[in-house]
Structure formats: structure tokens, C-alpha cells
């Protein structure tokens, strides 16, 4: 029987808890540092069980035994950024959070492979990766699945075909800097570049680069959680199920691409011992540029957060 533990009960958290029973994939605990919170979603979501017909336990708690010996843990424990708070006060935060986080889990779970969450996403997985010092192949963060996800959202209303039928792949960070790659986008294996005029393709890019903060603008006081749990499920049944699917997520890149020392989004194939390889594919002149570029400002904001967590 496969465990799951996923760490923060909060919009994230809790729906990802939602998805991996419904999708009957392992037992789920749920943990948190507020009292009462996991404990109640999780009775919550049990009782949902016999009428979604799924009968996988799912326990809340705060305290870190009760994760013992889970096969994945999921990271989504930290803070929103509030208005006032500068974009180093949330990496010091929720650094913080990730490396306590990370740790506290080893301890209970050193077989676990990690997907982490929490933002900003690749400084928080190279953290995670950093803290536990297991092989880079067992953390992974959550983020091209989710970027492409939404990118195939936008191309299946601009088209008005099939989601199911529209494959995307966007790769570097989980920022402004992301890079759709539409060569790779296509519609039943036809890329979107047959399909749609270079100006429309450009204002889908930019919106599944916006695709965060369009929600947090209509949301207001929260950002995104349905989207990012249900690509947080779908990288854990892929590891899970051992599915070796092919997605964009974010990896320690060790030459690949030109890029080194760095978590950034790359195409993987994951399975059950967390990501088997890191596709190396052909880019252009223009799309490695924009990766590098990317992955630069990443490399920037770890060793910002470096500096912030030797003053902590
Ligand atoms: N240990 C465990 N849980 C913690 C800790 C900690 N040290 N610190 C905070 N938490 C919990 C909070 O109590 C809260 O329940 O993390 C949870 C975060 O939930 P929300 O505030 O609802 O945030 P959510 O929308 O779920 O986003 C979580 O995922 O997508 C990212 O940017 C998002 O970094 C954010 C994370």
C-alpha cells in the first residue's frame, strides 16, 4: 500500500490530498503546524470516501511520525505573499519552512522521493535537494506540469478543439521567465505552428506566462490551488504507477543543455524511482537562449536565498 504524505494542509495541500485518494494512488497524511486544520480536512475528505467510492485512509496530523516510511512526500508548507512583503522577506520565509520541512520528513521517510510545491518553485526544490542531500533524481518540483496545463488550456479555447488532444511542453522556471516551446505544442501531433499565426501563438505564451497572477488577480487574496495539485497528482501517480511519463519538471540540470548547478524545468521521464533521465532535445538558437536566461535568474535567486538563510 503506497503512502503519500503532503506537508501543508491549505488550499494546495489539501486538494492534492483530495486528488491522490480520489485517484485511489496511496493513502495520504496530511500535516501541518496549525492544529486542528489537518486533522479536520483530512476527517473531511474521509468521510467524502464511500460516497466517491474510495476507501484510501487519509490521517491528519502535526506530528512528523506519522509520516513514517511514506513512498513520496509533498512539499506545499508556506507562506503567500502578503501585499507589503518583498519578494526576499517570502524566499527567507518560506526557505526557512522548506528546509525544516525537508528535514523533519527525512528523518521519518528515507526512502521518499520529493515534489515539492511551494514557491518560488525552483530555489525551493534545489533547497530541498540541498537539505536532504539525496540523489537529484529523487526531488523533483512542480511546475512545467502545471505551465503546461495551462498553456494546453489556452490553445484548446483559442481552437476550440479537445484538450485531451492538445500536448504542450514549457520548460525553465516557474516565473516570467518560463519558456513555452510551441514547436513542441502540437494538436494530435500536429504542431501549433500549422495551426495558429505567429502573433496569436506569442499572446498564448504570454498568458500561460501570466497564468499565475491572472488568478491571483481575480482571487485576490490567494493564488491558484486546483491546477497545481492536479499536476502535483499527476507526477505522483506517474512515479507511483511507474508510468515513466514524459513532462516538463523541475530538475537538477548537470550539463544538460548547457546549464549546470541549477533546478530548473526540463523534460523528464518519471517513474518509480523518481526521475529515470532528462531528455536532452535539440532547441533552437532563440528557445536555448531564453532557458538559459531563465535558469540564470534562478541561479541568482538561490544565491540570494543562500545569503538570507546564513543571516536567519
Ligand atoms: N510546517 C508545516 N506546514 C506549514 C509550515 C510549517 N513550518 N508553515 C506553514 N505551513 C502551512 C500553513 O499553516 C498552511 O496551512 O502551509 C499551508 C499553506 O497553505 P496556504 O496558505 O493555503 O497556501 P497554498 O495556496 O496552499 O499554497 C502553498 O504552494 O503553489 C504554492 O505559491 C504557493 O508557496 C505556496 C504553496
Known amino acids: 500500500m503506497s503512502k503519500v504524505t503532503v506537508v501543508g494542509a491549505g488550499f494546495v495541500g489539501a486538494t492534492a490530498a483530495q ?20 486533522q479536520g480536512k483530512a476527517l473531511d475528505l474521509l468521510q467524502a470516501g464511500p460516497l466517491n467510492e474510495r476507501s ?15 513512498d ?11 501585499p507589503g512583503m518583498s519578494r526576499d522577506d517570502l524566499l527567507k520565509t518560506n526557505a526557512a519552512i522548506v528546509k525544516q520541512v525537508a528535514s523533519e520528513t527525512l528523518k521519518y521517510s528515507p526512502e521518499a522521493i520529493y515534489v515539492v510545491v511551494t514557491n518560488p518553485l525552483d530555489v ?3 533547497l530541498t535537494w540541498q537539505s536532504t542531500k539525496l540523489p537529484a533524481s529523487r526531488v523533483i518540483g512542480m511546475a512545467g506540469v502545471l505551465d503546461s496545463a495551462r498553456f494546453q488550456t489556452f490553445i484548446s479555447l483559442e481552437l476550440n478543439v479537445a484538450v485531451e488532444d492538445i500536448r504542450t511542453m514549457v520548460l525553465g522556471g516557474h516565473g516570467d521567465l518560463m519558456v513555452p516551446i510551441p514547436r513542441f505544442s502540437t494538436v494530435n501531433g500536429i504542431p501549433i505552428t500549422e495551426l495558429l499565426p505567429a502573433h496569436k501563438i506569442e499572446s498564448l505564451c504570454q498568458r500561460t506566462r501570466d497564468g499565475g497572477a491572472e488568478i491571483v488577480s481575480h482571487l485576490k487574496t ?11 497528482t499527476q507526477m505522483v501517480e506517474s512515479i507511483l504507477k511507474d508510468k515513466n511519463r514524459l513532462l516538463p519538471c523541475a530538475v537538477l540540470a548537470e550539463g544538460h543543455y548547457g546549464i549546470k548547478d541549477v533546478y530548473v524545468g526540463l523534460p523528464v521521464i518519471l517513474g518509480r524511482k523518481g526521475v529515470r533521465e532528462i531528455v536532452d532535445i535539440k532547441l533552437n538558437d532563440q528557445e536555448l537562449a531564453a532557458l538559459k536566461k531563465s535558469a540564470d535568474s534562478i541561479k541568482e535567486n538561490i544565491q540570494t536565498m543562500q545569503q538570507l538563510l546564513v543571516a536567519v
Not at 490567494?222 to 502535483?232: C, F, I, L
Open 19 to 38: 486528488y491522490i485518494a480520489d485517484k485511489d494512488l496511496a493513502d495520504v497524511v496530511l500535516i501541518d503546524i496549525v492544529e486542528g486544520i489537518p
Open 56 to 70: 484510501r485512509n487519509l490521517v491528519g496530523t502535526n506530528n512528523y511520525a506519522d509520516t513514517k516510511d511514506s
Open 72 to 82: 513520496i512526500i509533498v512539499i506545499t508548507a508556506g507562506i503567500a505573499r502578503k
Open 124 to 126: 525551493m526544490a534545489y
Open 222 to 232: 490567494g493564488s491558484a490551488y486546483y491546477a497545481p495539485a492536479a499536476s502535483a
